[in-house]
């Protein structure tokens, strides 16, 4: 039986999707970008998957002040 981890990275390689992996304490994520959308999956160690996905244009800012209006609200 698989884990769900490897089912995650065969999907995304199926759709020839490049993913980055990173551990995080006890989980895993597996991060992807795509244009106009970013998706985190994150697998536990109990082989729990949550999916995050963040959609938005890919307008570019230029300059030191666009940096600070990026965190405002944090």
């Given at each position: 039986?698989?884990?769900n981890?490897?089912?995650v990275m065969?999907?995304?390689e199926s759709k020839r999707?490049?993913?980055t992996i990173?551990?995080?304490g006890i989980f895993l994520m597996l991060m992807a970008t795509l244009p106009?959308?970013?998706v985190e999956i994150t697998v536990d160690e109990d082989d729990t998957v949550d999916v995050?996905?963040?959609v938005g244009d890919e307008m570019v800012e230029i300059g030191m002040d666009a940096v600070a209006?990026?965190?405002e609200d944090e």
């Open positions: 039986m698989s884990s981890l490897f089912e065969k999907l995304l999707v490049s993913f990173k551990r995080s106009g959308k970013r995050a996905v963040f209006k990026a965190f």
